[in-house]
């Protein structure tokens, strides 16, 4: 099936008085036509950059894409100019910000903030514009639309806040659509509206979707193809059912680990003990030896490169397969 981007040893820094922070470090992904791509792994591990620095979002200074490629439909995104970047944002890509209530402006009415992207990208009047803003909010299942237009943003619940933000991403019918954190804050009853509303419009509008979230439900309800991000590195990429199956990173085995699970008698959850490392200063070796449970001499010296296993399975770890899986963070 056709790729609709491919991304190669993609390079974010962010440069202060103490030091250069690498936030996103040699990053490499793709994402056929018309599927789900996860991008998973705690706060601060180069998610949101990643997808940010696609569409030109970084602020410079004190950001700098200092490397790699982003290809969509032939065009390398990275060295687009302001003008040219400017076409695909928000028209053939858009993105859904982390938290409506902040990437809403408040001093602008919901209908004047989904009708300014369609009067920009599609080139139409005022009224028009305003029909296609009435028409996205009965799609993405918002009440009584034409009254909603007119209201602001602190005037509506989180889910409908969100659906406003997902109407805004949809209406220029975008080929490629980002979704950073999209059910955060909201409760599991919203959480699940939105999700099903995602899987509706993609099937609909045969979408192509990135899903950046720190939620392994979230990841396993939408995704077909997951990327396990640590301290700006890919650590793990598979399948889904590969990636829930038959995980192979200590961390992702982590994350998975972290899970609660409904008939289960443990009165703890297993954790990963730790913090992500600080980007200023990443340690030698793999940047989770700190952190995990079997690290060795040669994981704090030798940095494991990304190695791809059988079925496609991608993993950097020395120690793949050396060692019991369920065992690994128990007490």
């Known amino acids: 099936m056709r790729k609709v981007l491919e991304v190669k040893d993609l390079k974010t820094y962010f440069h202060s008085d103490d030091g250069t922070a690498k936030a996103v470090d040699g990053v490499s992904f793709d994402i056929e036509g ?29 950001g700098e894409i200092a490397g790699g490629q982003a290809l969509f439909e032939g065009k390398d995104l990275l060295q687009l100019d302001a003008n040219e970047i400017r076409q695909i944002r928000g028209n053939d890509i ?32 005022v009224a028009e514009a305003r029909n296609k803003a009435v028409e996205m909010f009965k799609l993405v299942g ?3 639309p034409e009254r909603r237009l007119d209201e602001y943003p602190h005037q509506l619940s989180g889910g ?12 220029c019918n975008p080929k490629l659509l980002i979704c950073d954190e999209p059910t955060t804050a909201l409760d599991v009853t ?13 099937r609909e509008l045969k979408m192509t979707i990135i899903m950046i979230t720190h939620d392994l439900g979230v990841i396993a309800q939408m995704a077909d193809w997951v990327v396990v991000m640590y301290a700006g590195k890919i650590v793990e990429s598979a399948n889904v059912r590969t990636l829930f199956h038959d ?53 704090v010296r030798d940095e494991p490169p990304l190695l791809t296993t059988n079925g496609g399975q ?12 369920e065992t690994l963070y128990s007490k």
């Open 247 to 299: 995980p192979q990173h200590p961390y992702s085995i982590g994350l998975q680990q972290a899970i609660p699970r409904m008939g289960t008698t443990i009165a703890r959850l297993n954790q990963i003990e730790g913090t992500v490392p600080n980007p200023l200063n990443f340690a030698s070796g793999c940047r989770f030896h700190e952190r995990c449970p079997i690290s060795d001499p040669k994981c």
């Open 94 to 125: 858009a993105m859904i910000f982390q938290e409506p209530m902040t990437s809403l402006n408040p001093v602008f009415t919901c209908g004047d903030q989904v009708t300014e992207a369609v009067i920009l990208h599609q080139k139409v009047g």
């Open 160 to 171: 409908l806040r969100q659906r406003v933000m997902i109407a805004i991403a949809l209406s």
């Open 190 to 202: 919203i959480q699940a509206q939105i999700l099903d509303l995602l899987r509706k419009l993609q």
């Open 142 to 144: 918002i009440p009584d």
């Open 34 to 62: 018309g599927k789900t791509l996860g991008i998973v792994g705690e706060s601060g591990c180069g998610k949101t950059v990643s997808c940010l620095s696609l569409l030109q979002l970084i602020p410079c200074p004190p």
């Open 314 to 325: 991608k993993v950097a770890c020395w120690k793949t397969g050396v060692f019991d899986r």
